[in-house]
Each structure stands twice: as C-alpha cells, then as structure tokens.
C-alpha cells in the first residue's frame, strides 16, 4: 500500500509540475523574440538622424498649418463683409447645437416618464 501511495503521489506531482509552465514561453521564444511594449522601444528611432528629420517635418507642417488658420482669421477680421458671413455661421452652428440639445433632452424626459 505504501507503494502506491508513493506512485500517486508521483503522478500527482508531475502532473502538477507540467501545468505549471503550459503558459509560460519558452526559454527559445524568449531569446528568438523581442517583445516591444515598452515606451523606450524606439528610442534609438526618436534621437537618431531619421527620427529627428521627421519630428522636424512634422513640427514645420503644424506649424505652417497654424499660420494658415491665422492669416485667414486677420483676413476675416479685416474685412467686414466676411466677419458678416463669420458670425451668421456661429449664430446658425449656435442654433443647431441647441436644437439638438433640445431634441436629447426632450428624448430623455420622454425615456423617463415612460418608466
């Protein structure tokens, strides 16, 4: 009987000890794949020439795109008839903004008194 006790307990451990690494990876996957998850993956691509040619390009397209928006609010404010046309669009954008606030509202009243 103690035999026995013995091989069960055998079993039990092997059986055990193989379900404790069936997710874990493998020692060979480790080494064969680098994971890239973390925030300093590409600090080699931020700091080196490529990296900084690009951060350029794009700070000068932000850039040239926000002198465009500031050259034609001057050009809208300087001319009276397109500062006209300028705030009948806010008070229309102002009035659908409302309308649709008003529509949700009065769907939630409805949706409540409904319960």
């Known amino acids: ?9 055998l079993l039990v451990l092997a059986f055990l000890s193989s379900g404790a690494n069936a997710f874990a990876p493998n020692c060979s996957q480790k080494n ?3 994971l890239k998850m973390g ?3 590409n600090v080699k691509f931020l700091f080196s020439d ?4 690009k951060r350029q390009e794009l700070e000068r397209l932000e850039r040239e795109e926000e002198e ?3 050259r034609l609010m001057r050009e ?7 500062m006209t046309e300028y705030e009948e669009n806010v008070v229309t954008r102002r009035a659908e903004m409302k309308a649709r606030k008003d529509k949700l509202q009065e ?6 008194t409904e319960d």
């Open 32 to 34: 064969s794949m680098a």
């Open 76 to 82: 809208r404010r300087l001319n009276p008839d397109k």
């Open 1 to 9: 009987m103690n035999r026995i006790n013995q091989f069960t307990t």
């Open 50 to 53: 490529e990296g900084k040619k």
């Open 107 to 112: 769907f939630q009243n409805d949706v409540r």
């Open 68 to 70: 465009e928006a500031q």
């Open 39 to 41: 925030l300093l993956d």
